[in-house]
């Protein structure tokens, strides 16, 4: 029944109806159904991808040095001298840093040395007593003040020939080996 058409040229008159194309062809008059649209195609979802990354990071902390004394019988007591000088020591951590996107998200040690000892302080402090020294007199016994010994001392302003003398009054406490009290009474050079 349709095999009449089959020498017919089909005109076809396309409209844009409402956003959709509408095809109406005719053949003897009739008109054909549209052609479906078809769907746009779907696209997946937008997964967002996670950036990890991991750092490895060197941390130096210092090692502070200790202050320790000992006793010094060769100081003199009361006295101290530092005969070691403290110096801090280095401790070296290396951390492994995870970041994801871009924020740390975990720490972990995964090293830890000492670099450099520190070194101890050291402060000697001193034992050692001093006798008091007396002072060491140079003087002839016997007379006071002091009168250096010699091989002769007469009275300044005398009649004795010197080489040395001395200017009185001149106390006289036990023997007179120079001969400066002649009247006994105990002061010389009057």
Do not use: H
Request: glycine residues 12%; aromatic residues 4%.
């Amino acid at each position: 029944m349709w095999g009449w058409f089959t020498g017919l040229s089909l005109l076809k008159k396309s409209l844009l109806v409402g956003g959709s194309v509408l095809t109406v062809g005719t053949a003897a008059g009739v008109a054909q159904p549209p052609e479906p649209t078809p769907p746009p195609p779907e696209t997946p979802p937008q997964v967002q991808q996670e950036k990890i990354e991991t750092k490895d990071v060197t941390k130096e902390q210092t090692i502070p040095f200790q202050k320790l004394t000992e006793n010094d019988s060769s100081l003199e007591k009361g006295k101290t001298a530092i005969s070691t000088a403290g110096v801090e020591g280095v401790l070296t951590i290396t951390y492994r840093i995870t970041y994801t996107n871009g924020i740390e998200t975990s720490r972990e040690k995964i090293s830890e040395e000492v670099t450099k000892q520190p070194i101890n302080e050291v402060t000697r402090i001193g034992t050692k007593v001093v006798p008091q020294v007396q002072p060491q007199t140079s003087c002839t016994p016997g007379y006071s003040p002091c009168i250096a010994p010699g091989s002769d001392v007469d009275c300044a302003g005398g009649s004795g020939d010197g080489p040395r003398y001395v200017s009185g009054p001149v106390s006289v406490t036990g023997s007179d080996p120079y001969g400066l009290d002649r009247d006994g009474d105990g002061i010389g050079c009057e």
